[in-house]
T-cell receptor, first 113, second 116 residues
């Protein structure tokens, strides 16, 4: 079993839809939870990070962490074609004094006009 | 642009040749991480370096792969005697020099290695 599970999609939605992206994990030692966006043939871009259970909002994006269920989500409101990308969840674990990141496989999102 | 720089962006090597990938971290960052991404897969950690030190190389294959981050100049990921299975995108990330902030990693554009 992978430490981080993420549905690879693809997920196709119409412009303006609310998008829900999810990851589950098995390691209760994970401390920080990140979402990265990766456009085709580009490097991942850090979107948001959270530490504790609960919600964190940034513009159209909301990151949600439920540590009791080992489940994290990213919600995108009023989705735009420019949101079309692969979204990677990542989680950090203390590895001898530094935070090692473990990534999900990524979910491909397509927002069509 | 003070972002993470990687070069070359694309690299083609024949089987048995050496591949050398370079990474310059963001200004003010002294921690560098290398990841490999295969098609349809997430990023896999390879190695974590600070200036002149390898901190964690647990994700790096034991043979043919090496990494360094000298006092001056970029970090280098070296792959000797490349094989077709080494074809992938290699990403470098950097973070500030404070261990608590090492979760906040910023990625470069990647080097796409193709072995023919």
């Amino acid at each position: 079993q992978k430490e981080v599970e993420q549905d690879p999609g693809p997920l196709s939605v119409p412009e303006g839809a609310i998008v829900s992206l999810n990851c589950t994990y098995s390691n209760s030692a994970f401390q920080y939870f990140m979402w990265y966006r990766q456009y085709s043939r580009k490097g991942p871009e850090l979107l948001m990070y959270t530490y504790s259970s609960g919600n964190k909002e940034d513009g159209r994006f909301t990151a949600q962490v439920d540590k009791s269920s080992k489940y994290i989500s990213l919600f995108i409101r009023d989705s735009q074609p420019s949101d079309s990308a692969t979204y990677l969840c990542a989680m950090s674990v203390d590895s001898g004094g530094y935070n090692k990141l473990i990534f999900g496989a990524g979910t491909r999102l397509a927002v069509h006009p | 642009n003070a972002g993470v720089m990687q070069n070359p962006r694309h690299l083609v090597r024949r089987r048995g040749q050496e591949a050398r990938l370079r990474c310059s971290p963001m200004k003010g960052h002294s921690h560098v991480y290398w990841y490999r991404q295969l098609p349809e897969e997430g990023l896999k950690f390879m190695v974590y370096l600070q200036k002149e030190n390898i901190i964690d190389e647990s994700g790096m294959p034991k043979e043919r792969f090496s990494a360094e981050f000298p006092k001056e100049g970029p970090s280098i990921l070296r792959i000797q005697q490349v094989v077709r299975g080494d074809s992938a995108a290699y990403f470098c990330a950097s973070s500030p020099g404070v261990s608590r902030a090492s979760y906040e990693q910023y990625f470069g554009p990647g080097t796409r290695l193709t072995v023919t």
